[in-house]
């Protein structure tokens, strides 16, 4: 069992006072040493005083004591530094923007729009199998006649083959009077109507080698009855 004498005790407690420390001793008598021994622990150890009680004792005054206490805290006081109200607000920081890849050599274009200045060609603006009514309004520049069924029309008969849409059909196109023909066809007819509306003709001529041979057999077809 360690034991501490009471010299060492009373160096303990003005050095804890002098530092303004609050603290509380327990004083701890064992009957197993000498009255002037201050024992750690003990079977029958008992309190009896604080640090302030127990100053006297051990040669420091209580008020001596206070006076110390009281220089700690003016030194402390005027020696602490004031510390902010508030947190600083953290700078913000914009990321960085990603590097844009590497463009690429081309040839350098330029458009001049005064140079080689013209007029638009009035012949891309037209419509196809317009009525003389329409073209007259619009002073139209084109009509054209063409399509599927004008690529196998016979001009002497005014018929054409409706190939595969129609089951191949050889369908006659109106005509007020068929005895008349080949003059009267409807080729003739459209032609006849643009150079009243002072419209230009697009119109299609059968190259292919295959037409309806007459006129009488209106109607006639023919497909693969397995379809």
């Known amino acids: 069992m360690r034991r501490f004498r009471s010299r060492t005790l009373r160096k303990w407690s003005r050095w804890l006072l ?85 463009t690429t050599g081309g040839p350098a274009l330029a458009v001049d729009i005064l140079a080689d200045r013209h007029q638009i060609s009035a012949d891309i603006y037209g419509i196809n199998f317009a009525d003389e009514s329409l073209a007259s309004e619009l002073r139209l520049p084109v009509r054209r006649w063409g399509g599927n069924a004008t690529t196998r029309y016979n001009w002497q008969y005014d018929i054409a083959n409706h190939a595969s849409d129609w089951y191949f059909e050889n369908i006659p196109n109106d005509n007020p009077d068929p005895i008349k023909l080949p003059d009267g066809s ?42």
């Open 186 to 227: 409807e080729t003739d007819r459209f032609v006849e109507q643009d150079r009243h509306t002072g419209t230009r003709t697009l119109l299609t001529v059968p190259l292919i080698g295959w037409t309806p041979d007459q006129r009488k057999q209106a109607y006639a077809c023919g497909f693969n009855v397995n379809n």
């Open 18 to 102: 002098s530092a303004g420390t609050s603290l509380m001793v327990v004083l701890l008598i064992s009957s197993a040493g000498p009255a002037s021994d201050v024992t750690a622990t003990g079977p029958e150890a008992e309190t009896i005083g604080t640090l302030s009680e127990t100053s006297k004792v051990f040669g420091v005054s209580e008020a001596s004591a206070k006076k110390r206490k009281h220089a700690r805290k003016r030194r402390t006081a005027t020696t602490s530094p004031t510390l902010p109200t508030s947190s600083p607000t953290p700078p913000t920081i914009s990321p960085t923007p990603p590097t844009p890849p590497p």
